[in-house]
């Protein structure tokens, strides 16, 4: 099973939107995005460096530094069964 690591950005912009009671939709009504491409851009599965400074912007987070900085990581997850 593959578990998603996501970025200090994507979780940074995660919690501004929840502290502006903000949807992944009211941000893709926003910038006239549909709500896939937003959300593949803050769950870190694209990287366009438009966007993510948009969006950085937007909710007054830091641009990060290089395209890695944003983009999310899946690392096989080892089960136990007890």
Excluded: C
């Amino acid at each position: 099973m593959k578990k998603r690591i996501y970025s200090k950005w994507s979780k940074d912009i995660k919690k501004a939107m929840i502290d502006r009671d903000l949807t992944t939709k009211d941000i893709a009504d926003k910038f006239h995005w549909t709500t896939q491409y937003a959300s593949s851009i803050i769950n870190g599965r694209k990287y366009y460096r438009e966007p993510v400074a948009n969006i950085s912007v937007f909710l007054n987070v830091p641009i990060p530094k290089g395209k890695n900085a944003t983009l999310s990581k899946e690392i096989e997850e080892l089960i136990h069964e007890f």
